[in-house]
């Protein structure tokens, strides 16, 4: 305790030695000597300038008294991020935090980001209106096993896609990760609007899988890493939101099919533009200034952090990164690492994370919620879609709102508490005689809920809560490791499903006999054969 409090009070001398050259201290120095000029002492009078000098003196020692208080405050502050972390690893996400300078230069580039998850909400929900129309044209309208693989093929892939994306992200940049990851979505998007057969609609999908796979792994990071300390959780639960806003995106786009049934490969089509803009909007935005400073790179760390904050912030928050980074001069992590006893703790809470989020139940939920609407009298589709999406995202709204004033943890525990409740409501409302009169409209209050529930906590924080609690030389493989579990979660469903008709074939092949063309007779003496 002692040690520590040397070292703070230490690096607090420094830190006033060095604001000495501010313009607050010249200032009282130079009233300082202005007033022992005053201070003229004449036999049996006192100069008037005694007083006014005087009370101009007292006002100087409150200000250098409030500066010094800053900056003990902001020292402990920073000492506080500064926790340990991964297992021994002193944290080295320094507070970014220009309270003198706007935040308008960073949301543009937070927007820029948010095209990413834009992309990713649109991918998941553009085939739900369009594959019955899509099925028929390219002729796998009574091949479901097709049908299952226009589906799933884009889960698969984006379970490979966000794997990749943090060793990309780590290699090549964030900015560059996202330009290299346009590529494969520019050219889903084209092979899924253009497809003559179920061949390159699989194509397709497939590369656009691994576009969002990728996406969802350094959209969260780039936002983390350059967003100021202060308004951090709002800017990152955006990234939920712009999800949010991409699936109603294509449930918009899907409401011309009544009209025009070739319109699927429109809707299709329309994920070319996005992702054109992400790619060009990415060329002027700057690098995390944390990648560059790890990287070596210190002039364009500079810069960096000059076009995001303003070049008057440049020597604060490079001297907050020095001083972070002098807690670990490691080099970058290794997958394998992400499994040893020093980081295996964190990591798995980050896994945890999205194994909760995913099956706490909001796939099957969505899945059967227009069902659940049907039973209330609201037959069409399109309008329970938008009832889900629109709870979406005016929860997730809220959630941005209290993300740094409630905190991650409280958001959580009170977003998987009211999901519980919901799913409750739901299944008393199903199995309770008494309220059978009124299942219809408890269900769809209790789907309702439940889809408020997690947009509150559980769907954007696991995103946003990763990069902050990963050391940086794991950051980026251990958040891309962690959203594997989210699109196992989702896939799992999938997979499950072929489980089953795997194990089904195996049984009947064993254990059912061919009937055709046998009397029951034959049929029985096959199936109780005598001893």
């Known amino acids: 305790m002692q040690a520590s409090t040397h070292l703070i009070k230490g690096n607090l001398e420094v830190k ?37 000098g005087a009370v101009s003196m007292g006002a100087e020692l409150a200000r250098a008294r409030d500066n010094v208080e800053t900056v003990a405050r902001s020292l402990i502050k920073f000492r506080s991020v500064k926790a340990q972390a991964s297992g ?18 960073v949301l543009p580039f937070v927007g820029v980001a948010c095209l990413g998850a834009i992309l990713f909400g649109y991918h998941l929900g553009v085939v739900n209106g369009a594959l019955d129309y899509l099925s028929k ?4 309208a009574q091949n479901a096993v097709m049908q299952g693989w226009v589906v799933s093929t884009l889960l698969a892939a984006a379970a490979v896609g966000s794997f990749t994306g943090g060793a990309l992200a780590d290699k090549f940049g964030r900015t560059r990760t996202f330009q290299l990851d346009a590529i494969p979505l520019i050219i889903g998007a084209v092979l899924t609007a253009i497809a003559q057969n179920v061949q390159t609609m699989i194509i397709g999908r497939l590369l656009a899988g691994i576009g969002i796979g990728i996406t969802s792994a350094i959209v969260p990071l780039y936002i983390s890493e350059i967003s100021p300390t202060d308004i951090r959780g709002a800017l990152g639960s955006v990234n939920q939101l712009f999800i949010c806003i991409g699936i109603l995106a294509a449930l918009v786009a899907g409401l011309p099919l009544s009209r025009s049934p070739v319109w699927w490969r429109g809707m299709f089509g329309l994920a070319v533009i996005p992702s054109i803009l992400l790619a060009l909007g990415m060329t002027y935005s700057p690098e995390s200034p944390r990648w560059l400073f790890q990287q070596g790179k210190i002039s364009e760390a500079e810069k960096s952090i000059g076009t995001l904050y303003g070049k008057e912030r440049v020597p604060e928050v490079m001297y907050e990164l020095r001083t972070a980074g002098q807690g670990s001069t490691e080099p970058e992590a290794g997958w394998i690492d992400l499994f040893s006893k020093r980081y295996w703790k964190v990591v798995s809470v980050g896994a945890a994370l999205f194994f909760f989020q995913q099956f706490a139940g909001i796939n099957a939920v969505v899945y059967y919620s227009t069902a659940v609407f049907r039973s209330a009298g609201i037959a069409s589709d399109v309008a329970a879609s938008a009832l889900v999406g629109a709870s979406n995202v005016f929860g997730t709204v809220i959630a941005s709102s209290l993300m740094d004033r409630q905190g991650r943890k409280s958001l959580l525990i009170t977003s998987f508490s009211g999901m519980g409740a919901s799913m409750l409501l739901l299944s008393l409302s199903f199995t309770w005689k008494v309220l059978a009169p009124y299942s219809g409209i408890l269900a769809v209050v209790g789907t309702v809920l439940y889809v408020l529930s997690f947009s509150l906590g559980a769907g954007p924080v696991p995103a946003l809560l990763l990069p902050e609690i990963f050391a940086s030389r794991i950051r980026a493989k251990a958040v891309a490791l962690s959203l594997c579990m989210h699109w196992f979660g989702i896939s799992v469903v999938y997979l499950v499903f072929a489980a089953v008709c795997l194990l089904a074939v195996l049984f009947m092949a064993g254990n059912v006999v061919e009937t055709k063309g046998r009397s029951l007779e034959e049929i029985e003496l096959a199936l109780n054969p005598t001893t």
């Open 137 to 140: 044209d390219l002729g796998i």
């Open 16 to 52: 006033i030695s060095k604001r000495r050259d501010l313009p607050c201290f010249r200032e009282f120095k130079e009233r300082k000597s202005t007033l022992t000029r005053n201070l003229c002492i004449r036999r049996g009078s006192i100069c008037s300038g005694l007083t006014s």
């Open 88 to 105: 021994g690893d002193v944290e080295d996400l320094a507070p970014i935090n220009p309270h003198e300078t706007s935040t308008g230069t």
